[in-house]
């Protein structure tokens, strides 16, 4: 990563947050995109040093251990400005904000707090979130990582699957199963990266998201204070729930991001053409794609991509509040990653044959928009979610 001046973070903290989020996606994170849509030198841990040097690491953290306290509409409007430049460079950043760092801010013990909380709001370390299992991916209570009480402490054992950060992460925060099957045998673990016995695969070849890293992490008899388990025994499951719940508002406001990113490539190309031009004008070119029709489709994705925007600002006001959000994060998720593929796939076909190239922007975040679909619970997950919640009345 190129080295952004100490005190470039340091003016930007004193600007209000907005402007914060701006300069960061135009200073830090657009110039790294390239590299990092390559799959090139991982950056994960200098990415959030400097937004932490910027005041932004740390925005669903109360100020007392060194956060903003933004909230989670504050929170989606980062996630989005950094998504529409890099897909990667937002998943990486989402991650540490709020599945690594919010559940404990929420459940965990005051000492936990102020031993871990400061260090992942300020920047110092990276945070990582592990629950899935090559086993039990949408089923997540049926997990297997163990872990045993030994003394005053526990014994962890087990693999996790898809870990985003892993290999970088100073800090995991680690469901395993310390009871009998099922949800309520589940409880949660801080496990830092620098203990004996965790280790991580190579990163993992990717379809899309090539700049983050997404690796196995193998626990192999790592033992971990009983200091380090967050809430009571067989809670974990409720806290890897409520991290998702909110997590969803990250990827939505992630796909807004990539989608409001390849509409922009789009409407470029489409602008450089010259939507006027007769059609003739521009065969040689290949680009039937300048047309009344496709105006008409770029407006079409232009509504998909506010009403993504829309969708995920009321659940993250709805989080905010402090009212029931389970279902309107589900819709968000479901509507905000369809609209996200849908007009990454319509960016590629209208800036088509450009689009062919592997560093075409429409074509990085066609490849982006994928995952977003997959993780954090599939579609197919968030429809289960949304009829659950309307059967409950």
């Known amino acids: 990563m190129r080295a952004v001046p100490p005190s470039a973070g340091t003016a930007a903290a004193a600007l209000p947050l907005d402007e914060r989020v701006a300069a960061f996606a135009a200073e830090v994170v657009r110039p790294l995109a390239p590299e990092m849509a390559r799959g090139g030198v991982r950056h994960a841990g200098e990415l959030i040093a400097e937004a932490g040097r910027r005041g932004i690491a740390g925005l669903l953290t109360p100020a007392t251990f060194g956060g903003q306290d933004a909230g989670h509409v504050a929170f989606a409007r980062a996630v989005e400005a950094v998504a529409r430049e890099c897909a990667s460079s937002a998943v990486i950043y989402d991650v540490h904000v709020s599945v690594a760092s919010e559940p404990f801010a929420r459940f965990g013990e005051e000492e936990q707090k102020r031993r871990y909380l400061s260090r992942l709001a300020t920047g110092e370390w990276l945070g990582a979130f592990a629950l899935s299992e090559a086993g039990s991916g949408s089923d997540a209570a049926s997990l297997a990582t163990r872990a045993v009480r030994d003394g005053d402490g526990y014994v962890l054992d087990g693999t996790k699957m898809w870990i985003t950060n892993a290999g970088e992460a100073d800090l995991y ?200 679909q997959i993780y954090e619970g599939t579609n197919q997950i968030q429809r289960l979610v949304i009829a659950r919640e309307l059967l409950r009345g």
């Not at 489409?270 to 004008?281: F, I, N, V």
Request: contains cysteine; proline residues 4%; charged residues 20%.
């Open 173 to 372: 925060l680690v469901m395993a199963r310390t009871g009998d099957p099922g949800a309520r045998g589940i409880s949660a673990f801080l496990v830092e990266a620098a203990w004996p016995g965790v280790r991580t695969s190579r990163p993992l070849r990717k379809l899309g998201l090539r700049g983050s890293s997404t690796a196995e992490l193998v626990l192999d008899s790592v033992r971990v204070p009983a200091a380090n388990r967050v809430g009571a025994e067989g809670t974990g499951f409720r806290l890897a729930m409520a991290a998702l719940d909110s997590g969803r508002i990250g990827i939505s406001a992630q796909a807004t991001g990539i989608a409001q990113g390849a509409l922009e490539a789009a409407a470029d190309h489409l602008r450089r053409l010259g939507l006027d031009l007769p059609d003739a004008a521009l065969l040689d070119e290949g680009a039937a794609a300048a047309t009344p029709a496709a105006a008409s489709r770029l407006a079409g994705m232009a509504a998909q991509v506010a009403a993504a925007r829309a969708v995920t600002l009321h659940a993250a006001a709805l989080c905010d509040e402090g009212v029931p959000f389970t279902r309107e994060a589900a819709v968000a998720k479901l509507m905000s990653t369809d609209a996200c593929v849908a007009v990454a796939h319509a960016a590629v076909e209208l800036c088509a044959p450009h689009s062919r190239d592997d560093a075409h922007p429409a074509a990085v975040r066609l490849r982006d928009a994928k995952a977003c």
